[in-house]
Nanobody, 117 residues
Framework: QVQLVESGGDLVQPGGSLRLSCVASGISFGLYTMAWYRQAPGKQREPVATIIVGGSTDYADSVKGRFTISRDNAKNTVYLQMNSLKPEDTAVYIC???????????WGQGTQVTVSS
């Protein structure tokens, strides 16, 4: 059974930092492209950051220079370091695993990030 379990969400003040983690089980983690998405109330889910098997990364324009995605294949874990957080970053952050060249996708349940003073 595939599981993606996110953690690290919290209430933080503008300008603050958070580190999200997503631990995967039931998949060959090292073969998967891993990504973070987010969904704010009343908005569509949007991609935030992606890291491929080889380690290359991609970011939404809105988070470039503030967020960093990384992975630890030995721990089956993907991270999202979020700095200089803004109120508009408030959302549920959701982990995604995608097996390249296939339609296989897996989603976590999400972790809430709230940026507010």
């Amino acid at each position: 059974q595939v599981q993606l379990v996110e953690s690290g969400g919290d209430l933080v003040q503008p300008g603050g930092s958070l580190r999200l983690s997503c631990v995967a089980s039931g998949i060959s983690f090292g073969l998967y492209t891993m990504a973070w998405y987010r969904q704010a109330p009343g908005k569509q889910r949007e991609p935030v950051a992606t890291i491929i098997v080889g380690g290359s990364t991609d970011y939404a324009d809105s988070v470039k220079g503030r967020f960093t995605i990384s992975r630890d294949n030995a721990k089956n874990t993907v991270y999202l370091q979020m700095n200089s957080l803004k109120p508009e970053d408030t959302a549920v952050y959701i982990c995604n695993a995608a097996l390249p060249t296939t339609a296989r996708r897996h989603w976590g349940q999400g972790t809430q990030v709230t940026v507010s003073s």
